[in-house]
């Protein structure tokens, strides 16, 4: 069923004044009167008549919700089966060993640990250009770093001079 353009127009308009309205109880907003067929709706018509003040019906769906779920119940086979698996107690034999929560968390500490750095590693690995200009960076500055410190004696007085070093290969790294 297609809706006009004057009736999409009003529905929204109800729909919308204050938040609040009693447009959105009118049959059609369930969904069920778009998908019946013109006999369903001619015999939910003929059984509930529409209420006075405005045309609405005394029941917004045409087939009502109670209903569905009984009839999935008793006349649908998966209704049965499933209604009598529901009806046997839970026996963890029968069970998958991992079905049941044994943890409070999903994974252990390393597992998780693990996953992130995985996940890590390939969001690093995809942007081949960052990898390659920090590689020629490193290269460079370890270049510049090696030449000033190169002749270093192994004295107290120059200490201080591989703690420089120290902190910038850190940097650098």
Known sequence: MIMSEAQTSQRMMAHSIDGLSLECLRPS??????LAGPELLAR?????????????SSSKWVVPPAA???????SSEAGREMK???????????SHPAALVRSRYALSPMEALAVVVRRQLQLVLKDTTLIKGRIIQVVVMGLICGSLFLQLDHTISDSRSFFAVSFLSVMFM
């Not at 569905?68 to 008793?74: D, G, L, Y």
């Not at 009598?84 to 029968?94: G, H, M, N, S, Y």
């Open 29 to 34: 907003f369930t969904g069920q009167q778009e």
């Open 44 to 56: 939910t018509a003929a059984e509930a008549p529409a209420a006075a003040g405005g045309g609405f």
């Open 84 to 94: 009598e698996l529901l009806a046997k107690p839970f026996d963890k034999a029968d």
């Open 68 to 74: 569905v779920v009984e009839a999935f119940w008793s």
